[in-house]
């Protein structure tokens, strides 16, 4: 489960929460605002005070969850998104923790190409995923952001970049918005999927997203949730909601998910 289901909660009472359930053994820790359920200028005793936490609700950290937009055009911006990212590694291995839920960009700049924006995101996530796979922790890019869900741009970034390092974050409620045939995008990802945000689609409310609760969207779950069992997937299956009516929505989907095994 994601902090981000309960993004104004402090550290102590979001991994308190998150244990209640009893379903979870591992959570996503947030690292922007609104929730900065970890942070990189933690001390050592705050990292134990955390770690006992954590233990003490039965959890581990599935994935942290930072703030990362490689959309950058110049040296500043670029050197400053990779040492942002490599600080979030270096948190992670505090924790013991081997994912590291990333944006590739967010915001698409008005004015650049195609092939401008993703040479400005390689040119970010490759120095980042040496340092990663010199420290053992997966840089896991999010299909989210204007920049994420679109098919051909995150496509061409999984070519340019090779690495068994960087891997995707699998956000179910995003696919249908990036390719009419998502159940075959899936398929054609699923060897890079090492984390997930499971979360279902619903049609829209006044022009915005609406949540709902695993199952109860347009999603054909069963059949995602079918193709990463066939190609291996080992990782969390990590529930994601935002704010108001988490607890809801995460009851359930564990009810729901239970439902289908």
């Not at 359920?37 to 955390?50: G, K, M, Y």
């Not at 969850?65 to 040296?75: M, V, W």
């Not at 970049?161 to 699923?190: I, N």
């Not at 607890?247 to 564990?254: G, N, P, Q, V």
Request: hydrophobic share 35%; with cysteine.
């Amino acid at each position: 489960c994601s902090t981000w289901c309960f993004n104004t909660m402090s550290p102590e009472e979001v991994y308190t929460q998150i244990g209640s359930y009893d379903a979870f053994q591992g959570v996503e820790a947030v690292t922007h605002p609104p929730s900065f359920h970890l942070s990189v200028q933690w001390t050592d005793d705050r990292v134990e005070e955390i770690k006992k936490v954590l233990a003490n609700n039965g959890l581990e950290l599935s994935a942290v969850s930072p703030a990362t937009d490689f959309l950058q055009f110049d040296e500043d911006g670029k050197n400053a998104q990779i040492h942002h990212t490599m600080a979030h590694i270096d948190l992670a291995r505090r924790f013991g923790c081997r994912q590291l839920r990333i944006f590739a960009g967010g915001r698409v700049p008005e004015g650049r190409g195609r092939k401008e924006m993703i040479d400005a995101v390689v040119a970010c996530l490759e120095p980042a995923a040496e340092y990663a796979a010199d420290r053992g922790v997966v840089l896991s890019i999010e299909n989210h952001g204007q920049f994420g869900r679109v098919y051909d741009l995150i496509s061409a970034v999984f070519e340019a970049v090779q690495s068994p390092w960087v891997g995707m974050t699998l956000h179910t409620g995003g696919v249908e918005r990036m390719r009419g045939d998502y159940l075959e995008m899936v398929r054609e990802f699923a060897p890079r999927i090492t984390h997930m945000h499971l979360n279902d689609s619903a049609p829209p409310s006044g022009g915005r997203p609406r949540q709902c609760a695993v199952g109860e969207g347009t999603l054909d779950m069963p059949a995602i949730l079918a193709i990463l069992d066939e190609t291996g997937y080992d990782g969390y299956y990590n529930l994601e909601f935002g704010g108001d009516g988490s607890d809801e929505l995460i009851r359930k989907s564990l009810a729901y998910l239970d439902q289908v095994g």
